[in-house]
């Protein structure tokens, strides 16, 4: 054997040598990357007195540790051909690592992003966060896509037949989820009209009423005041008239309808009353929203009044409702005006 058969192996081994070589310094680089983003940037943001850039730092800091250890593995595998299989295997599993960490990545980003621009919105242009959910929830579907795709293209996966087929596959399947799209559809049309919004108090068509608890893609979800979790379909939402208490502003007017016996002083009624939601603590005392008193009928048996006030929160409504009715009751009782009860007077003529 002579030096020709040795210079092979010796240039294969000094070839494995400088792949090390590569992969330490990159390891060495993705180090000094570490303690540059803890030590330098990590001060930096802590120094403002905002917390969105401390959890910028937070979620881009180990993406680009691995970012930058998956770039040595591709320059150390580029200096010489690898062996079957490991050329397509070694750099396909580094870029599909790459484009894992950083689409998952991008996903924390664009949450906690809308998560600052809910709160900024809400405070100037008052647009609910059940919009920024549906475009969290979207933006989220196309990352995913569009991960998927560039992982099948690091592969060599040729996506041209996917394509050929996907204009009777599309059909197909729009005719198998027409449902899904209507309820889609039908959610987009709920979040551009602004019918209401998570926590709003509203009441179906159908007479149910309740607190909404979720704005879904394809259904809303309402639980009522007998903790009953309701699950409508977006599209029924959408071509159905909904009541929203909570809109535009958060009070509702409650009305209490008053029968006093005839004889009675409407003056002094109207005070006494006005005077019971004077002293309830869940009437509201805002400007603008007085309590009123209106003579509204003089009816068979009784002067019909009606007691018009307001509660701060919808979900108030019946406890105000029974707390002013026993107020009212034991006031007039102390005043000593009769309620009536619904009576008729028979006369027999000879």
Request: aromatic share 8%; glycine share 6%; with cysteine.
């Given at each position: 054997?002579n030096?020709n058969?040795?210079?092979?192996?010796?240039t294969q081994?000094?070839?494995?040598?400088?792949?090390?070589?590569?992969?330490?310094?990159?390891?060495l680089?993705a180090k000094a990357?570490?303690i540059?983003?803890?030590?330098?940037?990590?001060?930096?943001v802590?120094?403002?007195?905002m917390e969105?850039?401390?959890?910028?730092l937070g979620?881009?800091?180990?993406?680009i540790?691995?970012t930058?250890f998956?770039l040595?593995?591709?320059?150390?595998?580029s200096?010489?051909p690898?062996?079957?299989p490991?050329?397509i295997v070694?750099?396909g599993?580094?870029k599909?690592?790459?484009?894992?960490?950083w689409?998952?990545?991008?996903?924390?980003?664009?949450?906690?992003t809308?998560r600052?621009k809910?709160?900024?919105?809400?405070?100037?242009?008052?647009i609910?966060a059940t919009?920024?959910?549906i475009?969290?929830?979207i933006?989220r579907?196309?990352?995913i896509?569009?991960?998927?795709?560039?992982?099948?293209?690091?592969?060599?996966?040729?996506?041209t037949?996917?394509f050929a087929?996907a204009?009777?596959?599309g059909?197909?399947?729009?005719?198998?989820?027409?449902?899904?799209?209507?309820?889609?559809?039908g959610?987009?049309?709920?979040?551009?009209?602004?019918?209401?919004?998570e926590?709003?108090?509203?009441?179906l068509?159908?007479g149910?009423?309740?607190?909404v608890?979720e704005?879904?893609?394809?259904?809303?979800?309402i639980k009522?005041?007998?903790?009953?979790?309701?699950t409508?379909?977006?599209?029924?939402l959408?071509?159905?008239?909904?009541?929203?208490?909570?809109?535009?502003i958060p009070r509702?007017?409650i009305?209490i309808?008053?029968?006093?016996?005839y004889?009675?002083?409407?003056?002094?009624v109207?005070?006494l009353?006005l005077?019971?939601?004077a002293?309830?603590?869940?009437v509201?005392?805002?400007?603008g929203?007085?309590?009123?008193?209106?003579f509204?009928?003089?009816g068979?048996?009784s002067l019909?009044?009606?007691?018009?006030?307001w509660?701060?929160?919808?979900?108030d409504?019946?406890k105000a409702a029974?707390?002013?009715?026993t107020a009212?009751?034991?006031?007039?009782?102390?005043?000593g005006?009769?309620?009536?009860?619904?009576?008729?007077d028979v006369h027999?003529?000879n």
């Amino acid at each position: 054997m002579n030096i020709n058969d040795w210079l092979p192996v010796f240039t294969q081994h000094d070839i494995i040598i400088k792949r090390f070589i590569i992969l330490a310094c990159y390891a060495l680089l993705a180090k000094a990357v570490d303690i540059f983003i803890n030590r330098v940037l990590g001060r930096l943001v802590r120094l403002s007195k905002m917390e969105f850039d401390d959890e910028i730092l937070g979620i881009i800091h180990s993406p680009i540790y691995w970012t930058v250890f998956c770039l040595g593995i591709l320059h150390a595998g580029s200096i010489a051909p690898l062996p079957p299989p490991w050329e397509i295997v070694l750099p396909g599993a580094a870029k599909s690592v790459i484009v894992v960490i950083w689409s998952v990545t991008a996903l924390k980003i664009i949450q906690l992003t809308l998560r600052q621009k809910t709160l900024e919105t809400l405070l100037r242009r008052r647009i609910p966060a059940t919009a920024f959910n549906i475009i969290t929830k979207i933006l989220r579907i196309f990352l995913i896509i569009l991960a998927i795709a560039w992982l099948l293209g690091v592969w060599q996966v040729d996506l041209t037949p996917f394509f050929a087929s996907a204009g009777i596959a599309g059909i197909a399947v729009a005719m198998a989820a027409k449902d899904s799209l209507a309820n889609f559809f039908g959610g987009l049309s709920i979040f551009m009209d602004n019918i209401f919004k998570e926590g709003d108090y509203i009441v179906l068509d159908s007479g149910e009423r309740g607190e909404v608890m979720e704005v879904g893609m394809r259904s809303t979800r309402i639980k009522t005041r007998d903790d009953i979790l309701i699950t409508i379909p977006n599209s029924i939402l959408a071509n159905t008239k909904v009541i929203n208490e909570s809109a535009p502003i958060p009070r509702f007017r409650i009305k209490i309808p008053v029968g006093v016996a005839y004889g009675s002083n409407p003056e002094v009624v109207g005070e006494l009353l006005l005077g019971v939601a004077a002293r309830s603590s869940l009437v509201s005392k805002a400007p603008g929203v007085e309590s009123r008193v209106r003579f509204r009928s003089m009816g068979p048996s009784s002067l019909d009044f009606e007691l018009l006030c307001w509660v701060d929160d919808p979900r108030d409504k019946g406890k105000a409702a029974h707390k002013l009715l026993t107020a009212i009751y034991q006031a007039l009782t102390e005043a000593g005006i009769s309620i009536p009860f619904p009576q008729m007077d028979v006369h027999i003529i000879n």
